[in-house]
Structure formats: structure tokens, C-alpha cells
């Protein structure tokens, strides 16, 4: 599902479905291609853009689509704290402050989930951050390590 579609199409797929939620994890970011010769975070001003749409769109979907969980967990991850842009201070605790050096689309996203939620009167909400995620796609920056091989049960 492409939620940078309208909420409409993202409501009427939804509802052609028939999909009914308690429960609603939110997983999905576009990595959006990094400025010329700069490095994979580069464009945190349009991975802001492009990222609170595709949150914002799929959540007022689920409004159009009648669709009213219990909860909705966010997750986003350790650049919460800022870690890819030198070193954090440790530990990283909830409460730490935003770090505000560049645009960070976590932070807008979590506002819109907070608001979400308040509108939408009993649903509760939470938002983890956990420092890695690691694929299961070979050759992806995700994958750990880049260098196992699955079958060969070996490190190369």
C-alpha cells in the first residue's frame, strides 16, 4: 500500500478490504536518495516532508475508513537522540530533549500521532526507538552482517 496515495484511495482500499484494527504497528519510511555527494542522511528536510505524509495520510485513512484502534505504536529509532550526527549523550532516555541541529521527520510524526490520539478520544499510543534494525535482504546497509551468507553457516 502506498501511503503517499491520498487518505481517500488509502481509506477506500481499507474499507475494500474490509481491514479492522485493535491493534495498529506503523513501520513504513521512505529513505529519500541523498543530496549529491553527500552522505545517506543528507536530505533530512525532504525525508521530514516526505515522511510526516506518508504518517499523516495513512492515520486520517484510518479516520475515513472508520477505522478506530485501541492503540498505535510508532516506531522510529535512535536518530531520536541524534546519533547520526556524532556522539549521543549516554544513556538515551525518553525524556532527552529533541535534537533540533537539522530537521528530524520522528518528531513531527510522534506530534501527529500525539494529536491523533487525542482527537480520537481512547486511543492510547506509544512510540519505540530501538538503536538497530537489521534486514533480511543480502546486500542491503540494513542487513547484519553484510557478510553472511545464509547456507553457508560461515562468517566470510
Same mark, same amino acid.
Given at each position: 500500500?502506498?501511503f503517499? !496515495?491520498?487518505?481517500? /484511495?488509502? =481509506?477506500?482500499l481499507? !474499507?475494500?478490504?474490509?481491514v479492522? =484494527?485493535?491493534?495498529? /504497528? /506503523?513501520?513504513?519510511?521512505?529513505q529519500?536518495p +541523498?543530496?549529491d555527494?553527500?552522505g545517506?542522511?543528507?536530505n533530512a528536510?525532504e525525508?521530514?516532508i516526505?515522511?510526516t505524509e506518508?504518517?499523516?495520510?495513512f492515520l486520517?485513512a484510518?479516520?475515513? =475508513?472508520d477505522?478506530?484502534p485501541?492503540?498505535v505504536?510508532?516506531q &522510529?529509532?535512535?536518530?531520536?537522540y541524534?546519533?547520526?550526527?556524532?556522539p +549521543?549523550?549516554?544513556?538515551?532516555e *525518553?525524556?532527552?530533549p529533541r535534537? &533540533?541541529?537539522?530537521?528530524?521527520?520522528y518528531?513531527?510524526? *510522534?506530534?501527529?500521532?500525539?494529536d491523533w490520539c487525542? *482527537?480520537? =478520544?481512547?486511543?492510547g499510543?506509544?512510540?519505540?526507538?530501538?538503536? /538497530?534494525l537489521?534486514?533480511?535482504?543480502w546486500?542491503?546497509?540494513?542487513?547484519?552482517p553484510a &557478510?553472511?551468507? +545464509?547456507?553457508?553457516?560461515?562468517?566470510i
Amino acid at each position: 500500500m502506498d501511503f503517499l !496515495k491520498s487518505p481517500d /484511495f488509502i =481509506a477506500k482500499l481499507l !474499507k475494500s478490504h474490509r481491514v479492522r =484494527a485493535d491493534y495498529v /504497528f /506503523f513501520y513504513s519510511y521512505i529513505q529519500v536518495p +541523498p543530496k549529491d555527494g553527500q552522505g545517506l542522511w543528507s536530505n533530512a528536510e525532504e525525508m521530514a516532508i516526505v515522511n510526516t505524509e506518508l504518517f499523516s495520510n495513512f492515520l486520517s485513512a484510518l479516520n475515513l =475508513a472508520d477505522i478506530k484502534p485501541r492503540r498505535v505504536l510508532l516506531q &522510529t529509532g535512535a536518530k531520536h537522540y541524534g546519533v547520526h550526527l556524532g556522539p +549521543p549523550k549516554v544513556p538515551q532516555e *525518553e525524556s532527552d530533549p529533541r535534537v &533540533t541541529i537539522e530537521p528530524n521527520f520522528y518528531y513531527p510524526q *510522534e506530534d501527529y500521532l500525539v494529536d491523533w490520539c487525542e *482527537e480520537m =478520544a481512547g486511543v492510547g499510543w506509544n512510540v519505540i526507538r530501538p538503536s /538497530f534494525l537489521y534486514a533480511s535482504i543480502w546486500a542491503r546497509s540494513s542487513s547484519f552482517p553484510a &557478510t553472511w551468507r +545464509p547456507g553457508n553457516a560461515r562468517w566470510i
